[in-house]
């Protein structure tokens, strides 16, 4: 019988706190649109060091170069990954930032001040520019603002995030509840308070260019800063824990009860995501800063995994993510440090499946041997002989039984089965594999040979 690692990702499980699929993801036959086999995430290829430890705050691209916030200073790279630190500084050191550009300048806010870059970093000191900036967005030639505790978002002045009117403002109140983020999206205004969504668009008003759009109220909020846009529309983690997709102007969830297990163990309040597409998956990745935790949806199936990094399960190392040319960067937590993502890149960090029970109709089975399907001969320089990890549980993931070792190929080892033998009898058992070390990471199915007993 089959033992279902593959199909069962984001499936029915005994219970929420039973899943994990972490580090890989399914991908879909283009027949049947059915998953046939989880593949390993993206590995982390060092692109650029800009030489200051500690954490990449955001990372922009603007013309031929992008640019870095790593603590509290200002960095411009090159396409070789040369970073050269540029003069001025921000007020904080910490936590997520946002950017954005126009024609020539480039916009920082990080929940104090705002800042302009043109040739170096200044902060801007217009009067009318008011305190607190919590989320930055641009459209139609203005640099747009909301700021804490407040429901109103202020527009700069044409091309220029120097200049500022305390009259140029807008208020989200339809509810009285504070805004939390803004984005702009098809030239359309999304600002998200802590329990209701609004939209606004550009029509032109002389008084105030921006309007709200009649029927575009949405009775959700928004927990962190964790609104991205990514395939022609709009995704967020709301204030109730789950995570929203935007068709059209009615929200619908597409967070799964297992990824809703795990958000609600989790503090929210300081959550960011980012979006980005490679070799054809579009993902939306959740990060979770307080616990070191990162989620992430592949939007084409559905299903959720987490993403960790080194062999101790460590919180991954994407903090931000900017795309650059065919490059698709991340930056580092805590280093100073900007990352490509490469799939011909493997990292130290485990990839572990668990599967759906192996008789959902609990009958009494014995396991005379169990037969996992993995990429073989995937060997390497690094890791010469790749081995995987075969565990299991009968009392609903409580409790496991000790590790058991399989090699999966050395180079050129491509009739290597991986096969484990008299695993006893159990009722509602649960399998898990972990593949540890820098190796390319497949699971296309799983084979169980054995007999049913008494109901």
């Excluded at 904080?92 to 930032?97: L, N, W």
């Excluded at 008003?205 to 846009?229: L, V």
């Excluded at 396991?367 to 009392?395: C, M, W």
Aim: aromatic share 12%.
């Amino acid at each position: 019988m089959k033992v279902d690692f593959v199909a069962g990702v984001g499936g029915r499980v005994i219970n929420s706190s039973a899943y994990k699929c972490q580090n890989l993801y399914p991908v879909l036959d283009n027949k049947s649109k059915k998953p046939f086999a989880l593949i390993g995430v993206p590995g982390l290829k060092e692109f650029s060091d800009t030489g200051y430890s500690k954490e990449v705050r955001g990372i922009h691209k603007f013309g031929d170069y992008f640019y870095a916030v790593v603590g509290e200073k200002f960095f411009k790279i090159d396409s070789d990954g040369n970073a050269v630190e540029q003069s001025g500084t921000l007020s904080t050191s910490s936590g997520i930032v946002f950017m954005e550009h126009n024609l020539t300048q480039i916009m920082i806010v990080d929940g104090t001040k705002g800042y302009i870059y043109v040739s170096s970093l200044e902060q801007i000191t217009d009067s009318d520019f008011p305190s607190n900036p919590i989320s930055l967005t641009y459209q139609d030639s203005y640099f747009i603002c909301v700021f804490a505790d407040t429901d109103a978002f202020y527009i700069s002045g044409a091309e220029d995030g120097t200049s500022w009117d305390a009259l140029e403002f807008a208020s989200a109140e339809a509810q009285p509840d504070n805004a939390f983020q803004i984005i702009s999206d098809h030239r359309e205004l999304w600002i998200f308070g802590e329990e209701t969504t609004e939209v606004f668009q550009n029509t032109g008003n002389a008084d105030f260019p921006f309007e709200r759009m009649q029927g575009a109220y949405i009775e959700k909020g928004i927990s962190g800063k964790t609104a991205s846009k990514h395939d022609n529309s709009v995704f967020w983690l709301d204030n109730n824990g789950q995570v929203q997709r935007a068709s059209g102007y009615t929200p619908q969830i597409v967070s799964d009860r297992q990824a809703e297990y795990q958000i609600a163990k989790l503090t929210i309040s300081d959550a960011h995501s980012y979006t980005y597409t490679q070799e054809g998956h579009a993902f939306f990745v959740l990060v979770f800063p307080t616990d070191g935790k990162v989620l992430a949806l592949n939007i084409e199936t559905g299903a959720w995994h987490t993403r960790t990094s080194e062999i101790a399960d460590n919180r991954h190392r994407g903090n931000c993510f900017t795309m650059f040319g065919s490059k698709r960067l991340v930056g580092d937590y805590e280093n100073g440090k900007i990352y490509e993502y490469d799939y011909d890149t493997f990292d130290e960090s485990r990839a572990i499946a668990r599967a759906m029970v192996t008789d959902p109709e609990r009958y009494i089975m014995f396991h005379r041997s169990l037969e996992v399907e993995f990429a073989q001969g995937v060997g390497n320089s690094d890791i010469t002989d790749p081995q995987a990890i075969l565990k299991y549980s009968d009392d609903q993931g409580k409790t496991w039984s000790s590790e058991l070792w399989r090699d999966i190929g050395k180079v050129g080892e491509y009739e290597q089965r991986a096969r484990w033998f008299k695993l006893g009898r159990s009722r509602d058992r649960i399998y898990e594999v972990i593949l540890p070390g820098a190796f390319k990471k497949v699971i296309s199915g799983a084979t169980l040979h054995g007999e049913r007993g008494t109901h």
